[in-house]
């Protein structure tokens, strides 16, 4: 558990890191934007291309797609419930 926290740690803080170095960067190169707004650019920036980076490492390759797939599991839908009796209204 201390290691998951740790890496965990570790992966925010550089990813925070990262987005406050490029929001340092982005405020030097345009004087207009305050260094907040530019660290959260930073951040953000950082997360997608991360996310990017994470979903582009999780494609499969060709020569494993080629590969025997595993069997298919079909679900049966459910019945469609019973309609609920209406009671009748009250009439005044």
């Given at each position: 558990m201390l290691s998951?926290?740790?890496?965990?740690g570790l992966l925010l803080g550089g990813i925070c890191g990262c987005?406050?170095?490029l929001g340092f960067l982005l405020h030097?190169?345009?004087?207009?934007i305050d260094r907040?707004?530019?660290?959260?650019?930073?951040?953000v920036a950082t997360g997608v291309a991360l996310l990017a980076f994470g979903q582009l490492m999780t494609l499969t390759e060709p020569w494993e797609a080629e590969e025997d797939l595993p069997p298919v599991w079909r679900l049966r839908s459910l019945p469609r419930p019973a309609r609920a009796a209406r009671?009748?209204?009250?009439?005044?």
């Open positions: 998951c926290i740790t890496v965990f987005g406050l170095g030097w190169l345009v004087p207009a907040g707004v530019a660290t959260l650019c930073g951040l009671r009748p209204r009250k009439r005044p």
